[in-house]
């Protein structure tokens, strides 16, 4: 890609657990920039620094502190919105972002199900992008417009999911995730309820887990998006655990294979950010571990800088084809990181 | 039952996890005293309180404090005995004991699936304690006899499968565990690994919960036990939490079922210990919680005394017919109170 | 005590971690029964069971879950009123009850340091309840009156000093704290702030430390009551721990002794409520403990029923005299159990 | 530095906590590569990669899964040493090392306290390696020599002690820490034992932090170094957290200080390391922040990769003249970074 000036970057959501994350992966950034911030309206006018609660382990970036903050509404200086704002709030403040011309990437979950916004994860399904002209059409906007990615639980499951469906077809996937707090925002989860406790309830979440992956694997028409036909039943959990999403997946195909064959096909799978070498892009979307006791969220969720899904445990089902066991860093992958990577595909294809 | 001398017990494995709590449950049993203790070889000839590192949080009841171990073969100055010992040592210590005319409770792995050892849960299965006579025939075993009880996470699950069994009839079952560490004895799990942290492998741990239950729900025919032929599938997870082995299930049924007649089927659930009101006996052996987060180890693994089983989240699965989640106290439920009712129930049953 | 009638008890900050254990503490209490439950605005005309998070591991009282919550504010229909409201509250909404005519028994911090109110461990300093025919004079109340227990830090430390002042004199006390999150309330510590981590604050919880112990060792005089001269310091952190706050201790004595004195005079300590026995009285109030790692939280934060200080390690400091570290329940013996004490201590003096 | 061969360095106890930390940090170092592997008898003879269970959250780095172990003791395919071994074979093994003409860097506390031994911190006292020549004159070595670093509690408070010694004059030290799991290797300290808990105990920990002070900041004479004259008292505790010790400190100085002055000599301090610009030299060696609930381990251990000391709180005290809280990375500059720091030091001292 071509020398040319960065992009300026607009964050809605900034002082929250995903914004957070977004900032320290914009810190030094080859395309982008942070230009402005914004947050609920008690944090209005005053210097970022100065509202933002920073729980992150590494320091909040010099040239973010001094930021003012504004509302989440435009006008925003910036070239390019990436919003993680909470869903109830986002359906509104997107809606205008875009309306008023500018491209908006969501990490929210308001916008991810209608058939004329793209669900994207850019290994999987890097053409739902072409729905945008249409999306644009229909909405009556400009030159904004809406770009989804995944809820954090979904985007590792569907990473392991598309390279099985490629290869063998999916006749059902069953997934029961083990989620970490830093899932729920801060403050998010109270110690009281999580210390020496499993939480068996997160609120929407088995829901968007059982009907977004088949989205992602569906086919982008010229008027809308049709969801692959395969079945998904999800059991999510909250686990005293700081970062990373750990699932147990059974999955029916429809064509035979062996572990060693479903192991090949994960471990090879690449996709487009990768051949494009995109910033963002692990080199490894998927690394399958042969150790009996691994992915583990605290020594693989920061594999390929948070960016890869770790798969292991691949054994024959008694009743399905196979189980395993997978990793996805649910700040990074599973949010600030396909946020940033959608970003970075867009570049990539123009589009931004 | 008359009132008539108290049975003495041995207890193999003393110093164990286990052993602990058999030990603590027996502090003032009304059928049971304690008059034998046994541990490995370098316990032997010590007081037991000063080679036990007492791991509860109650005190060591006074009256164990000053028995003196010995080694685990007979003979032990006890009518019965009940072995929580490891399933590698279990294998030849508990058929001596039985060949030596000891009735043997066990709480190992070793005698489970033999068709000749019944593995009893009291409120499921008492009537497969008929075969005893046979395995005694065919032991050449004189008046002892091995009884074994399930592994820490059937007995959750079973529990809750037996009365859709009898209600509906089970097709398949699914299961993934987040299970307590103090499941895996002392020192057990590494704190390195466990905190902020899952660990998706507990060895043999799946294959035990994928044959176990068959044979609990099976059939005691004259000479062997046969299982039942649904199936089960077993993901089982290390967490970071004391005790409670959660569960998230999916059934499949073979009648036609609606959550409510699920969750009614579960909480009424009776059995032989509770008719004969046996002391260890919870009187609701399936507690049902219609709270969306509930069951939570912390808060639901010692209802009843640590021996229900507590099931919430009763719901329609998008791909089997229903999942719900439930926990059971590991330690207690899951292994020295299953002991301790089998042992109650042979009183009862005049096979002590 | 001759029967009598049972005090009818209401509850200011009803749904509250402590008012919860307040609840339960009373759920079959000899002298007491709860009449009334009083919390926020927004729980105001409900029923208990409809807006408390109830957050123990045992249930809720079958007989409190219909009663409906009031406001903070007189009249309640009870004889007697025990407080855990956050300080903020409190020092209207308790002072309005002790103006109202109701014996205000407190846990929270407002009315702890003025002279003319009584801060009592029963144990320590009942007499100090003489000031209180004084303080009705002097704010003009008929037959209310406030009576307060300590902080949940200070309780634990001034048990263990309270002996040694006696016998050997109190020159100087350095505490380092490890505290349980229970004592935030709920949701009170993200938990976030606390997995895998220490936070090395907790508000106004140094100061109230550093000033309490010598109050609840000082003299009660005709008009006020006068702390004891020696020094305290603390440093107060956060422990990813459910209940029981572990310190670190140090002190420096008025006269010599050797480290087989301190614990027999600690292990020897009673006082009037063992005199009496009062119904939540320990047996033991301090309980001396010789192995090299306890006390810990969750082997010792339970003894005789939370109500007990469990002091270990004691031996010779290389700068001060003696060092040991203790743990007290902080919800039990820290607050809801130190105001049932003091309430106990109340009926029995013939003041309730 | 001009340019010439990397050194070859060996590390005995290459599969323990500490030694995987060194590998990590010799990943890609300018001065050193390792070249041999060394740790208990059992591994003896093998790959690396098949005996080692890494347990850091990087990958193994490839260049050393395929050295060969060998046994700890002499000689080794390398020009230096650097040793974790556990104290009971570190006597032996680093004695052997440094007599067969090994320069011996040693993380155990075998060596720390012989005063002819230097116990090194390189920004406080890099001048105690003049006694080098002494020591090998006095054992009679060769070419080889010992140098140690303090214990992993030692060193972050020393850090702190250091500036204040030089600015204010030390008379007396209490400190009371809360210690990181990882701090006793693996596996440690069992998962049963400090979840949910803290335990009051570390085995020799505050003897080694009442004596290792005092050294580092004493005086290195011609044929021995003299300790300080101040006082330290410690107590040791261990709280569920990874990595990183906290430690809650109060100082008694010499000369009257402002908090300010504290908090500017501490945030000022720089030694030698910082001005020879030593490859692992923290750019700044103490960092003080003014939030009131910081340092915290998760957020503060990692500050300068973790070589730094993170101090908060500093305030006056009620009975010393200050307190505050500090954190250090207790495998990193409490161990392998320590180590590497001196080795980087005596390469620029022309010793290595």
């Given at each position: 890609m071509k020398k040319q000036a960065k992009r300026r970057v607009g964050i809605l959501g900034a002082t929250g657990t995903v914004g957070q994350r977004v900032i320290h992966l914009l810190r030094n950034h080859p395309y982008f920039e942070v230009t402005a911030l914004a947050a609920s309206d008690r944090s209005e006018g005053k210097r970022f620094a100065d509202v933002c609660n920073w729980k992150l382990?590494?320091?909040?970036?010099?040239?973010?502190?001094?930021i003012k903050v504004f509302a989440?509404?435009?006008?925003?200086?910036?070239?390019v919105v990436i919003s993680s704002l909470p869903s109830d709030i986002a359906l509104e403040a997107e809606g205008a972002f875009a309306a008023a011309g500018y491209p908006v990437i969501s990490?929210?979950?308001?916008?991810?199900?209608?058939?004329?916004?793209p669900l994207v994860v850019p290994e999987i399904n890097?053409?739902?992008?072409?729905?945008i002209p249409y999306q644009q059409k229909k909405r009556g906007y400009d030159k904004g417009y809406l770009v989804t990615n995944p809820n954090c639980t979904t985007i590792g499951l569907v990473m392991a999911l598309a390279p099985l469906q490629a290869a063998f077809g999916l006749e059902a996937v069953m997934m029961t995730s083990m989620q970490?707090?830093?899932?729920?925002?801060?403050?998010?989860?109270a110690s009281m309820d999580i210390i020496d406790n499993v939480i068996p309830h997160i609120g929407g979440e088995e829901e968007k887990v059982e009907c977004e992956p088949q989205k992602i694997l569906g086919k982008c028409l010229r008027t809308k998006i049709v969801s692959a036909p395969f079945l998904v039943s999800a059991q999510c959990n909250r686990v005293p655990v700081q970062d990373g999403h750990l699932e147990s997946v059974r999955v029916k195909l429809k064509k035979k294979a062996t572990v060693e064959q479903v192991a090949e096909v994960l471990a090879n799978y690449q996709g487009l950010p990768q051949e494009l070498k995109l910033?963002?892009?692990?080199?490894?979307?998927i690394i399958v571990r042969?150790?009996?006791?691994?992915?583990?969220p605290r020594l693989d969720r920061d594999a390929e800088n948070g960016m890869a899904t770790v798969v292991g445990r691949i054994s024959k089902d008694t009743i399905f084809d196979f189980k395993f066991t997978l990793i996805s860093h649910n700040t990074v992958r599973g949010a600030a990181g396909a946020a940033l990577l959608n970003a970075e595909l867009l570049v990539a294809k123009g589009l931004l």
């Open positions: 382990p590494f320091e909040m970036p010099a040239k973010v502190k001094n989440c509404k435009p006008p925003l200086d910036c070239d990490n929210s979950s308001s916008y991810r199900m209608p058939e004329d916004v890097p053409d739902h992008l072409d729905i970490a707090i830093s899932g729920a925002g801060y403050p998010g989860v910033p963002s892009a692990p080199a490894h979307p042969t150790e009996k006791d691994r992915p583990q």
